[in-house]
Nanobody
Framework: QVRLAESGGGLVQAGGSLRLSCVDS????????TGWFRRAPGKEREFVAA????????DYANSVRGRFSISRDTAKNTVYLQMASLEPEDTAVYYC????????????????WGQGTQVTVSS
């Protein structure tokens, strides 16, 4: 079983940085892939970034590529999303998600979700 909890959200000024954490407190099943998604006010949830189990493969949405970095600390059962050069458009609730089977895409097939953490970027 996978049980996810996000943390690290908050208020930051444009151009600043923030690091989100996603901790998997489950100890039964190892996630195959962990992803970050976000939902901005009035918009649909969108893919942000993903990382495979070993941390050797990552993918990013075009809107965040070059600014965000996803990483995994397997020993701590934690996935991080390091966000830099933040813009007001990055304001959203950020969710981490995990799947335990390969579904052929980083963008879908996630069975486990955290509760979300709010990121607000001010001008």
């Amino acid at each position: 079983q996978v049980r996810l909890a996000e943390s690290g959200g908050g208020l930051v000024q444009a151009g600043g940085s923030l690091r989100l954490s996603c901790v998997d407190s489950g100890r039964v099943v190892r996630p195959y892939t962990t992803g970050w998604f976000r939902r901005a006010p009035g918009k649909e949830r969108e893919f942000v970034a993903a990382i495979n189990w070993s941390g050797t493969d990552t993918d990013y949405a075009n809107s965040v590529r070059g600014r965000f970095s996803i990483s995994r600390d397997t020993a701590k059962n934690t996935v991080y999303l390091q966000m830099a050069s933040l813009e007001p458009e990055d304001t959203a609730v950020y969710y981490c998600a995990a799947k335990t089977v390969f579904s052929g895409s980083y963008y879908q097939g996630y069975a486990y979700w955290g509760q979300g953490t709010q990121v607000t970027v001010s001008s």
